[in-house]
């Protein structure tokens, strides 16, 4: 006996809802899946003056993570920059953390630090854990930008477009946490 027009309907309003129904609950995962691996890593600074600093007591703020090095002239170009826009966003709610890569002798990182009177907290990463909490940071300079909600914003990798850095940055501290 062949099936009846209208159960065949049926059946196919059945496959495609849970067509549909399976593509929700695949754009549900992948929308949450996007929003925790955009998480900054819960990590801990320590500066030179040996002051622990951790991302978490941050949150609430725009934070721009910079990892560096004395001996990488794109870095050591790009320094004066970050103080300025520091000094220019502060006030707002911004913190830098400079984190020195594990290569970078301790004593170079301080006379750097001390002689260019940087204004943010600059940190020691001695064994390469905080370059690795990152993604595997290995390119110098790199900019992290992470939001008030504790989620990264922008990864720049080599020296950033300022402009378009003031522009994120505007945005982000505009933004409610």
Sequence with gaps: MLPQ??????????????????AVALAVAAYFGAMSSNA????????????????RALRGKVVMVN????????????MPQMAATYNQYKDRGLDVVAVAMSYDPPNSVLNYAQTRHLPFTVAL????????????????PTTIVIGKDGNIIERFRGEPDFTVLHYILEHALAASA
Excluded: N, Y
Aim: with cysteine; aromatic share 8%.
């Design 67 to 78: 990892f560096w090095a004395t001996s990488c002239s794109f870095c050591v170009h790009e």
């Design 40 to 55: 900054a890593p819960d990590v801990a600074f320590t500066s030179l003056t040996g002051q622990k600093l951790t991302l």
């Design 5 to 22: 027009p209208h159960s065949s309907r049926r059946r196919l309003l059945q496959q495609a809802t849970v067509a549909l129904a399976m």
């Design 125 to 140: 990463d001695l064994q390469g854990e905080l370059a690795h909490a990152f993604g595997g940071v290995d390119t110098t």
